[in-house]
């Protein structure tokens, strides 16, 4: 089974997918995409990391996402994912910035197949980030973009699709 969660910062998505990975009493291996590029976003990775079970094992994974995935996925464990969204800034900007487009297609690509053709129990959380007003800069309206399209695409080769807001979530698939 392959899950899509998606909400707003703070929704509760992340917590929302640990008790998903709880719920499926397989192992979970917990691939993160994130990567500490200020004091801020160190915090960030702490509180995540505080709050997962010990015996879980974690990979940081943040580009190669589809070869982790074709490397882990099993009926005996459970992938969870979090955040696809940082994934995909990674995959489409280089750490100054730049767009590194030709990264961004061959990783999308490979994340779409190996999601096609995977085995067991994947469980992926990324930010919903189309719902506010158009941004104003290109490489901001396109990474909005991107995402939508890549939510788009996911949506279609998942089992399920949820959308958490407050804390709640709703099933949309």
């Not at 990674?90 to 999308?108: C, H, I, S, W, Y």
């Not at 994340?111 to 469980?123: K, P, S, Y």
Request: a negative charge.
């Amino acid at each position: 089974m392959i899950e899509l969660i998606l909400g707003g910062a703070r929704s509760g998505k992340s917590r929302y997918a640990e008790q998903q990975a709880v719920a499926s009493n397989l192992p979970v291996i917990y691939l993160a995409t994130a990567e500490a590029g200020d004091a801020e976003m160190r915090q960030r990775i702490e509180h995540h990391r505080h709050r997962r079970p010990a015996e879980w094992q974690t990979l940081e994974e943040p580009v190669q996402l589809a070869n982790a995935i074709q490397q882990h996925a099993s009926p005996n464990c459970c992938l969870l994912i979090d955040c696809l969204t940082l994934w995909l800034s990674n995959v489409m900007f280089d750490k100054n910035g730049n767009p590194q487009e030709a990264l961004f297609q061959t990783q999308r690509t490979a994340l779409l197949d190996a999601l096609n053709h995977c085995d067991g129990r994947v469980i992926m959380v990324s930010n919903e980030v189309g719902m506010g007003v158009v941004a104003a800069d290109p490489l901001t309206r396109r990474f909005v973009d991107e995402a939508g399209f890549l939510h788009q695409a996911l949506a279609q080769i998942c089992d399920s699709v949820v959308l958490v807001s407050a804390g709640l979530p709703q099933k949309l698939k």
